[in-house]
């Protein structure tokens, strides 16, 4: 299983090499102000998002690069809709985590 994680996170590096990101979430991630935001590690997150999020719930998720507020607000809601996102979006977070914490 870890050889497969090494691989998979070798293609997912050698894809972004000189690339463009691609992606809702990629590319939100790439046109923030993040220090960290680079294309690898955009193009890795994209990766994540693709794993685990539907297209709408990338369309929604990749707002919150732009407004970290309206994260705060999805997370503290107690609308069923938004606990329900909140839950797939904590699952995209720990999948990016494992998958571009060397990016």
């Known amino acids: 299983m870890r050889s497969f994680l090494l691989c998979l996170m070798s293609v997912l590096a050698l894809q972004a090499c000189g690339a463009r990101v691609s992606g809702t979430v990629g ?3 790439a046109s ?3 220090s960290a935001a680079n294309p690898a590690l955009c193009s890795c997150v994209q990766g994540a998002a693709d794993r685990t999020l539907s297209r709408s ?3 929604r998720a990749a707002e919150f690069f732009s407004d970290p507020q309206q994260a705060q607000d999805t997370r503290q809601s107690d609308n ?3 606990e329900a ?3 797939r979006y904590k699952e995209f ?3 990016a985590e494992r998958l571009c914490s060397g990016e």
Request: charged content about 30%; glycine content about 6%; some cysteine.
């Open 85 to 87: 996102f909140w839950l």
């Open 57 to 59: 719930d990338q369309r």
């Open 80 to 82: 069923p809709s938004d």
């Open 93 to 95: 977070l720990g999948t």
């Open 32 to 34: 923030s102000s993040r």
């Open 27 to 29: 590319e939100a991630c």
